[in-house]
T-cell receptor
Framework: DTAVSQTPKYLVTQMGNDKSIKCEQN?????MYWYKQDSKKFLKIMFS???????INETVPNRFSPKSPDKAHLNLHINSLELGDSAVYFC???????????FGPGTRLTVT | QKEVEQNSGPLSVPEGAIASLNCTYS??????FFWYRQYSGKSPELIMS????GDKEDGRFTAQLNKASQYVSLLIRDSQPSDSATYLC??????????????FGSGTQLTVLP
């Protein structure tokens, strides 16, 4: 029943590890996004995919690699995790790039 | 640099009062404007969208847009303690690669006092 879902909800890992976050939407939307919300609660776009094609890639370290196997899924893989990667990562989706975006519950990543 | 600016607050209003939240944006080409509510530890929840100048009302919420002044606001009538949250203004802007992206303000923390 959940519109945009993410797994895992919490992720605690050590520096240097590689981890993935998964996102799925059942709204039939064409566009999906990854956002990062830092400790100051500022929400910033990282990536945007439209129908499995990357359309926005903001200034993000190349340790972050999004992958969209189909238009309902957008995963985020992070290599060589650093302390500064600790944040909440939100997935979102919208019908198109101009429309209302709906957010998933977030993944709280803590790097120790 | 394209920006969306909000007063960070905190803004406190008594229960039953009108809460007024304001936002300005820098990109004159922006055409889509949104207000999200975010409770502590939760994800942003869309509460209003507005695309043309004027007012748009939905229950106790009214969004106001003035493109000439590059200003968008949210009024919450009959404020309730359950309205206490951070309110995020968001604007669809054209990014450097001509793609549209949603740019968020830093949020205004609202507290409604019983």
């Amino acid at each position: 029943d959940t519109a945009v879902s993410q797994t895992p909800k919490y992720l605690v890992t050590q520096m240097g590890n590689d981890k993935s976050i998964k996102c799925e939407q059942n709204l039939g939307h064409d566009t999906m996004y990854w956002y990062k919300q830092d400790s100051k609660k500022f929400l910033k776009i990282m990536f945007s995919y439209n129908n499995k094609e990357l359309i926005i890639n903001e200034t993000v370290p190349n340790r972050f690699s999004p992958k969209s196997p189909d238009k309902a899924h957008l995963n985020l893989h992070i290599n060589s995790l650093e302390l500064g990667d600790s944040a909440v990562y939100f997935c979102a989706s919208s019908q198109d790039s101009r429309g209302e975006q709906y957010f998933g519950p977030g993944t709280r990543l803590t790097v120790t | 640099q394209k920006e969306v600016e909000q007063n960070s607050g905190p803004l406190s209003v008594p229960e039953g009062a009108i809460a007024s939240l304001n936002c300005t944006y820098s990109d004159r080409g922006s055409q889509s404007f949104f207000w999200y509510r975010q409770y502590s530890g939760k994800s942003p929840e869309l509460i209003m969208s507005i695309y043309s100048n004027g007012d748009k009302e939905d229950g106790r919420f009214t969004a106001q847009l003035n493109k000439a002044s590059q200003y968008v606001s949210l009024l919450i009538r009959d404020s309730q303690p359950s309205d206490s949250a951070t309110y995020l203004c968001a604007v669809i802007e054209i990014s450097s690669g001509s793609a549209r992206q949603l740019t968020f303000g830093s949020g205004t923390q609202l507290t409604v006092l019983p």
